[in-house]
């Protein structure tokens, strides 16, 4: 899979982590609970931008931890129902780029990409082509995910 792009940087490294090889390995095995203690409940807010560029098409679709819990076990349930000619967890991994993350004190914004595909067994492909900005806080030493602004146009 992918290996952190910041090794020499434990802050960055740590959101890396945080971002790419274990919230893929949760989405894979729809396992909430592997993913759960990332995110900072109070606060919470996600916002779905509907694959548009245009930030009058996005709205405040997850307002508590809860409602974008349901709707990321909605999509994993869905993913884990689909078949693949590929392993889904490598082409999340190869479509997935978390090369820029932004610190300032104990705030950061993470820039995760997605762009590729995944080969489904029927003979066609799924195309991955989005992108996440996700808020992150440094809590106790540790950084988690107190919101994000999602499913953006990318590319």
Known sequence: MSLNLFPA?????QIWEMLVPRDIAAFIAADWSMVADDFITDGFCGLHAHGSRDPDDWTLSFPTLAAYRDEWLRQAAE??????????AAAIHRAT???RIDIEA???I???????TIRLASGREDRLNWQTLYQCRRVGGRWRIAGF???MAHR
């Open 149 to 151: 602004t999602g499913y």
């Open 97 to 99: 780029d978390l090369s």
């Open 110 to 116: 993470a820039h995760k990409k997605f762009d590729g």
């Open 9 to 13: 940087d434990p802050d960055r490294g």
């Open 79 to 88: 993913t884990a129902a689909t078949a693949f000619a590929e392993d889904p």
């Open 106 to 108: 104990d705030m950061a």
